[in-house]
């Protein structure tokens, strides 16, 4: 190559390198250009640094060349960095990015350039990799920053890669003395770089999902090659599931977010400023003095989120810091299953009602209701024991208004309902059942209170046991399969045949999920379940079941337990958007608990690992409005992966590492018995940190670090100190290093436990008042929040409210295959696996001329989703179904595109007892889209 040209050469690739790698000295070099500064901050970080949400540039070759699912640190990079060790480059990791990066592409073939200026043979090289990465990388951004920017800037940027792409001879007037004054003018040729070998790393996600997978993935020189089920565990058979095989395509995908920014727009544009994490705590350190100085510190609050579920949580972390600092207002229960947890304290006096997934073995019959393990993931043995009881030909009924996927690979029968009349089928079962004398009349004796008369506590209401209900002693309605076929749409046959089926199989088990209690009667429906389960007396027994869900008292895992709350008050997590409205009416009738009424507003909000500022919490268009008000609210400060619809509204952003890059200690969701240690495979990506260490610098600030840290030189001494904790409770664990050199940890006395069996077999009282499953409650009657027996209440916006005549579709939620909840959603590869679709039953979609594939709007008083129709026999007639989690997407008429159900379900009417979401409880209508 030409003197001339290897001169040129080196200077674009110098000048390229700089544009992406130094923002100010890119502002000094474009005299060397002819081009005039004049971009601002704003705009070069919308195209270097990842700021605006609504613009994205492929900056790295993996994502250049991965095609459509293509992630970063992947086999292209590790390709990149070998050609680089090869000819004695060492990768920089510029600014924190994967060494494909252009920029560091570009300051490689500086290197090359400069080297064969100074007598080294790399032209062949340099334009070797030109062919193989660069090309396609400089292709691919020029591209997207030219659609992205008009800036004088940006155009003479795109010539000039060009322009080193072609090797071209064309002008570049370059200022006498120019090049030799670079320091990288006297870069040489380097000897080779050893490569490193591939490796295989340990991991255990911690993100929502059900199964708690020990995963393998390989890595050589920070890159990963793949991640797949560790299957050389004997204890415990962890099958993975597609999530978990693409985990690669999400959490190392470029919608990662990759600095500490602060808002330059209006909250909800997704546009940003880059600031250093010194500046975020100090703004975050500012914002908590400032909010308890003049409002009080109730009005500082943590949302609830699910983003972290292991031992080292950055959510926890924060609250702790302000316990320190004065106080918060806290919350209590999750979204996931409130309803279940507080209905079962006052049934059994406990919420761990589950018994371990092995006893299905003995279950001669399952009735799996409203559970969806095959989707959603209940640990990594009960779809595999599901498969096992099947093909020995115990029978499964499968009660869901839609067929999911556990229906089809598990259930010989499917039985569709109408949502929120699970406890009218329940109640015309257990008819059917007494009436006909199949109860087990000595269980229901001995164990529980309130089935009958004579089994009431003293001093009840005379007509308030469950049999007056049924019968219609009290209210002159029987509840038979007749009454239940009309509340439900289930043949009364159907109903009959089932109750007489689940009354003689003995024992028989009651499986069920936590969608059935997330509707505005979701308490009422468990305590129908505890019925069903007692008056066949199958609560107790192996093979049987509580009815009341999977939770089960296994053994624990490592805890970070929090600090006292000066402050003392707490709301229902479901209710903070209503506590951000009109804090005054929220009081104690509301479950409000340490005080009458809240003192304050909220002002300040976190979100730590969170979806619920606006993707995961109900009527996101309400949601939007309240936390869009600058006024109402102050600062809004979010620390996640991605950036995610809540992320486009908060005003302080701070970028979180993936499980690749950090460690852990994560215990399983509640029903196994295991540990798992997650290894950092590569370090974090960008300017990404752990949550602690923002945390921490804000204590430092605050001039609290000394309490905060409590000694500890880092989140590892953390983990340690949990981990010690819980091994003077389990004393078979081994040391911390055991379980880290395994990855693994499966308790030795595991999967025999029956729930309640030692309360039947061996007489120990229950745990409530009366020592007995409390069929009646005597509390919930006085209370006047609930009846005293567990009845049906139809509910608000359910198949018996008068708003039919408006919107006369049901509309429910279901969770997806490709995500955990919101988490996986922008995975390119895994939306294929379940595309945003609203399933209508054919009768439906053909009153309403809708045919399969058809672009639909679902509608009611709260908003539109527009998404193509499922038209399928897979969901009952009057039911429609859209999966949650979908990232909110807005039109320019406001309607949402990405399938965001949460546009239409209620957030101004909660639970009775609970106050937990109702989220599928809504009514709506379908149109198609014009």
Known sequence: MPESILLKQFARCHLARVFFTDREAWARECAVLGVEPAMSDVEYGALVWGTDASVDIPLWASVCRGGEGGALLDETTLDVVRFYKRLGYAPQRLDGNPPDYIGEQFRFLEYLYAAAINGAELAHEADEFIALYALDTVKAVSEAMLGASSSPEVAALARLMEEAMLRSGAELPLPEGWLEGLESFGWIMRPPIPEGEVREIGHASFNDCGSKCHLVSRVAEGCVLSIEPNKACEEIRFT??????????????????????????????????????????????????????????????????????????????????????????SFYNYYSASCAIHATNYIFGTWMCGSAPEDLRNAKLIFLWGHNPAENQFGPQLNSILMEVKARGTRIVAFDPRKSDSVLAYANEWVPLLPSTDGALIDAMCYVIWSEGLQDQDFMDRFCLGFDEAHMPAGAPEKECYRA??????????????????????????????????????????????????????????????????????????????????????????????????????????????????????????????????????????????????????????????????????????????????????????????????????????????????????????????????????????????????????????????????????????ELQGLIDKGYYVYCDRGRDVAFRKNVEQGVPFGTPSGKIEIFSPRLYESGLLPGNPRYTPCDEGPADPMRAKYPLQLIGFHSKRRCHSIHDQNRLLRELDPARVWINPADAKARGIADGDLAEVFNDRGTVRIPAKVTERIMPGVVAIHEGAWYKPGADGADEAGSINVLTMSDRATPLARANPQHTNLADVRRAD
């Open 240 to 329: 993975g599931c597609a999530r978990g095989r693409a985990y690669r395509y999400t959490f190392l995908s470029t919608s990662r977010l990759r600095y500490p920014m602060e808002r330059a727009g209006k909250r909800g544009e997704g546009k940003f400023r880059r600031i250093t994490w010194e500046r975020a705590a100090e703004r975050i350190a500012e914002a908590m003095k400032s909010t308890r100085e003049t409002w009080g510190p109730g009005s500082r609050y943590v949302l609830p989120g699910a983003g972290v579920c292991a031992t080292a949580r950055g959510d926890r972390f924060l609250r702790n810091l302000l316990s320190l600092d004065g106080g918060q207002l």
């Open 469 to 734: 209900y049924l019968f219609g002693e009290a209210d002159g309605v029987v509840k038979d399969a007749a009454w239940g076929e009309s509340v439900t749409g289930v043949p009364k046959e159907t109903i009959a045949r089932l109750a007489r089926e689940f009354a003689a199989a003995k024992p028989a088990c009651l499986l069920t999920g936590f969608g059935p209690q997330r509707t505005l009667n979701g308490e009422q429906t468990y305590r129908g379940f505890a019925a069903l389960a007692s008056i066949t007396g199958n609560v107790g027994k192996p093979g049987g079941s509580s009815g009341c869900g999977c939770i089960r008292d296994a053994h624990g895992a490592p805890y970070l337990a929090g600090r006292e709350d000066p402050h003392g008050v707490t709301i229902p997590s479901f209710l903070w958007t209503r506590a951000l409205e009109d804090y005054r009416s929220l009081t104690e009738k509301d479950g409000l608990l340490g005080g009458d009424r809240l003192a304050s507003p909220i002002k300040l909000i976190f979100s730590i690992a969170s979806g619920m500022l606006v993707n995961q919490h109900s009527n996101i268009n309400n949601t939007v409005r309240l936390i869009s008000d600058e006024e109402r609210v102050e600062l809004i400060v979010l620390s996640d992966v991605f950036m995610t619809p809540s992320a486009r509204y908060a005003d302080i952003v701070l970028p979180a590492p993936s499980f690749f890059e950090t460690e852990n200690i994560v215990g399983p969701w509640g029903a196994d018995d295991y540990l798992l240690w997650n290894n950092k495979a590569i370090e974090p990506l960008f300017g990404c940190r752990f949550e602690y260490d923002c945390f921490r610098l804000v204590a430092k600030y605050l001039g609290l670090e000394e309490q905060f840290t409590e000694g500890k030189p880092d989140m590892r001494a953390w983990l340690e100190e949990a981990y010690e904790t819980l091994r003077g409770e389990y004393p078979e664990l081994p």
